[in-house]
């Protein structure tokens, strides 16, 4: 069993900076390929970003590519998610994900994290 908590959520001005944290706890932290989710109201949920487990290989939504920046610590068993350049319609919540073994596409998540709203103001 694994659980993840996320934290770094809030509100921000257009152009302003987050930084999200997920803090895994568990085992076997470095076999899971790991990510971000994120839901808009009346929108379907979408993968933001992904890293893989092994190969450092990374994933990025058109829509984030150049702002946002996944890394992962395995020594802290935590994932990170930078972003930057927020736009209002980055505003959503934003989930994460791991997938035992998975690849960067995140199919068939294992196990979510509870959430951490973010808001991007005009």
């Known amino acids: 069993q694994v659980q993840l908590v996320e934290s770094g959520g809030g509100l921000v001005q257009a152009g302003g900076s987050l930084r999200l944290s997920c803090a895994a706890s568990g085992r076997a932290f470095s076999s899971y390929a790991m990510g971000w989710f994120r839901q808009a109201p009346g929108k379907e949920r979408e993968l933001v970003a992904a890293i893989s487990w092994n190969t450092g290989s990374r994933y990025y939504a058109d829509s984030v590519k150049g702002r946002f920046t996944i890394s992962r610590d395995n020594a802290k068993t935590t994932v990170y998610l930078q972003m930057n350049s927020l736009k209002p319609e980055d505003t959503a919540v934003y989930y994460c994900?791991?997938?035992?073994?998975?690849?960067?596409?995140?199919?068939?998540?294992?196990?979510w994290g509870q959430g951490t709203q973010v808001t991007g103001s005009s």
């Open positions: 994900a791991a997938k035992f073994l998975g690849g960067i596409d995140l199919q068939r998540v294992d196990y």
